[in-house]
T-cell receptor, first 116, second 111 residues
């Protein structure tokens, strides 16, 4: 248990569906991240939020829409996805500038997404 | 661009020592981290090096040479439960928690 929860854990959706992934952190962190992990590929950073403000969007298609209503919650809204979007979506949190100086990220268990 | 290179797979036997190397080319460098991910699980933090040298945490050690843009993770007294993927990750700034991850090394420990 890392203090970061994600729901749902598994999701199957059609290409015309709209769904949302939810992430919640109970660690008091002020930075949150969305990553995509496909088979045999590195963790791909999608979005970064610092103090609820989006500070990075790594050329992610607009069919992925993040939302960060407060520093504890992060959503990823999905619509008109493609089969190649099937992957494990991981949420993580950290202190933007850790007191220890160690930039440690805490990951949630991920949502396994399958687009049919 | 930003790139981190790791071997894709490593195999070793129980009780042995294995070293997983990581070389990096990034626009900025603040430190090198290592994460472990078991199949179906979340990545978990193992270690961090900001300065040159060796950091030891139990059976795991991590090394950094900033001048060579190189680091490694050393796993000693391997156990079956160490079978997992290991990722190196670079912090390119001291002001954010953002990490750039390598493609990961799958370690298989055999009896």
């Amino acid at each position: 248990e890392t203090g970061v929860t994600q729901t749902p854990r598994h999701l199957v959706m059609g290409m015309t569906n709209k769904k949302s992934l939810k992430c919640e952190q109970h660690l008091g962190h002020n930075a949150m991240y969305w990553y995509k992990q496909s088979a045999k590929k590195p963790l791909e950073l999608m979005f970064v939020y610092n103090f609820k403000e989006q500070t990075e969007n790594n050329s992610v298609p607009s069919r992925f829409s993040p939302e960060c209503p407060n520093s504890s919650h992060l959503f990823l809204h999905l619509h008109t996805l493609q089969p190649e979007d099937s992957a494990l979506y991981l949420c993580a949190s950290s202190q933007r500038k850790a007191e220890t100086g160690v930039p440690r990220q805490y990951f949630g268990p991920g949502t396994r997404l399958t687009v049919t | 661009g930003q790139s981190l290179e790791q071997p894709s797979e490593v195999t070793a036997v129980e009780g042995a020592i294995v070293q997983i190397n990581c070389t990096y080319q990034t626009s900025g460098f603040y430190g090198l981290s290592w994460y472990q991910q078991h199949d179906g699980g979340a990545p978990t933090f193992l270690s961090y090096n900001a300065l040159d040298g060796l950091e030891e945490t139990g059976r795991f050690s991590s090394f950094l040479s900033r001048s060579d843009s190189y680091g490694y993770l050393l796993l000693q007294e391997l156990q079956m439960k160490d079978s997992a993927s290991y990722f190196c990750a670079v912090s390119d700034s001291g002001n954010t928690g953002k990490l750039i991850f390598g493609q990961g090394t799958t370690l298989q420990v055999k009896p």
